[in-house]
């Protein structure tokens, strides 16, 4: 079985978001540059894969009928504003369609045994989206229609979304919150400039309710506080989920490097996370992981910090220097009273 399958297409660079937006195809190309620069996509571990638009009743699961309706109309008439940050063109109906639809590839692949996981490296980017409303540079959430898909088509009943962008996924949140179908884990920046959710005391409603775990860490947070937060909270509640299928809403704009993200991590904490999330894939389901595209704005380093996790998916060897840097102490301390904060809450629901 090849390890990895990497899905992505040149349709998704013509998802225009105007002169200097933060997303915008130039993502795309950096990451394809270097993933064919490195030697990763002829390597026999990882295979390139094309993705197919989404069909509707998949998609419907996650989104109102009327707001679909609403992004093609929009989009037809030549696109624009959704909202302040959110820009379309008349090409991005069917390029939303298709990201959404590659992340469906993902999950499909890995449930079908043709390969143990997959990165979907799909634009725009969606854990910002909800049921109906665009935010964040996202117009449909991928990651969300694929964990719906888990449910409805595989009838899985414990399927983890590991959201490791630098911004809460307000969006997935929002569309998961009444359920324990999902567990969602949130590590991100404190959010209350954007998007004003994800605090620590939202846990989630009604038979959801536990089963979102919001980390918000200081501005200016490095990998020792990050990585506590992670070994010391997520990993506990998701050995305790025991989950089916684990994906994980990859944002690399936590990179220090990043224009819009505000914590200060290196790529040691992405080679962490995804050395952990493999092995709990491996131990709670058959290896069954999937990662999907988020945030990341440095054009200089995303494509390395892509490989990087490419790389650890497919057991490929790659690596890049770049710098560790420390937090000062104010925020340290600041972020271990978080960790510990929501500790407090969750332990409502969780060995911690």
Known sequence: MTNTAVISS????????GRHH????????????ELEKSGILKNEQCRLVSPEPVKQHVLEQVHHADYI?????????????????????????DVALLAAGGAVKAVELVMA?????AFAFVRPPGHHAGPDYAMGFCVFNNVAVAASHLLNKFNLQRVL????????????????QKTNKV????????????????????????????????????????????????????????NQYKPQFILVSTGFDNHYSDPIGNLFLSSRSYIQIFDTVLHLASRYCQDKMAA???????????????????????????????????????????GQKTIQNVKNIQSAYWKL
């Open 183 to 238: 567990l969602y884990i949130s590590l991100h920046e404190d959010p209350i400039e954007f998007p004003l959710t994800g605090f620590a005391d939202e846990v989630g409603e009604q038979k959801g309710k536990g089963y979102s775990i919001n980390i918000p860490l200081p501005y200016g947070t490095d990998d020792k506080t990050y990585l506590k937060a992670f070994n010391s909270i997520a990993v506990p509640a998701i």
């Open 10 to 17: 040149k349709k998704y660079l013509l998802h225009n978001t």
């Open 69 to 93: 309706q609403k992004i093609k109309k929009f989009c037809i008439r030549g696109g624009g504003q959704l909202d302040k940050d959110t820009t379309v063109s008349k090409e991005s109906y």
């Open 161 to 176: 979304i590991l959201d490791i962008d630098a911004h809460h996924g307000n969006g997935t949140q929002d569309i998961f």
């Open 22 to 33: 933060p997303e915008s195809a130039s993502r795309l190309r950096v990451i394809k540059r």
């Open 113 to 117: 045994g043709k390969y143990k996981n």
């Open 292 to 334: 999907v595209l988020e945030g990341g704005y440095n054009l200089k380093f995303l494509g390395k910090l892509a490989c990087t996790t490419t790389a650890r998916m497919a057991e490929i060897p790659y690596s890049f220097k770049d710098k560790h840097p420390g937090a000062i102490l104010k925020t340290r301390k600041t």
